[in-house]
């Protein structure tokens, strides 16, 4: 039993790092590909449409009547969830500002837990987990942060 324990201990941070960084990107990517029209992006079913973003017709809506925030108004929220859905999850798939990326990303899965979805504790439990490994341990060397970090100390 030692020696599978030890087997497993050598899984390298860099890959965990890695399955973490593309898969809760992939989450708040297709959340955000919900709220936009005139800009697809699938690496599922390989629908690409790279047109204009512009909100979906719904997303205000959908923001007003189900999400209900209660300090930003919807037309605020609608616009800024739909860009940070996009941005952070980019930027985490990059490995560029994993660790701030992931902390705003866990900071909307807050806002997601507390104010929208309070019974949907397994699974935003779940994306803080990945986020909060992301955060404290930053993310592998199959990373631009990494190539930056290296770059600098040798300067």
């Known amino acids: 039993m030692t020696s599978v324990i030890s087997l497993l201990e050598r899984i390298p941070h860099s ?20 709220k936009v029209q005139g800009f697809v992006v699938n690496i599922i079913t390989g629908d690409v449409h790279l047109g204009w973003p ?3 017709d719904s997303v205000v809506a959908l923001f007003r009547d189900e999400y209900k925030l209660p ?18 999850p980019l930027l985490l798939v990059l490995g560029l500002g994993t660790r701030f990326s992931a902390l705003a990303l866990l900071g909307m899965t807050l806002v997601i837990e507390v104010f929208v ?9 779940t994306w803080a987990a990945v986020l909060l490994y992301l955060i404290a341990r930053g993310p592998g060397v199959l990373s631009i942060d990494h190539w930056l970090a ?3 100390s040798r300067s």
């Open 150 to 152: 290296r770059r600098a």
């Open 71 to 88: 300090f930003i108004p919807p037309e605020i929220a609608a616009p800024m969830a739909a860009t940070a859905e996009h941005l952070f």
């Open 117 to 125: 979805y309070p019974d949907a504790y397994p699974t935003h439990g």
């Open 54 to 56: 512009r909100l979906s």
């Open 15 to 34: 890959f965990i790092a890695l399955v973490a960084r593309l898969s809760i990107a992939a989450v708040f990517w297709t959340s955000g590909q919900t």
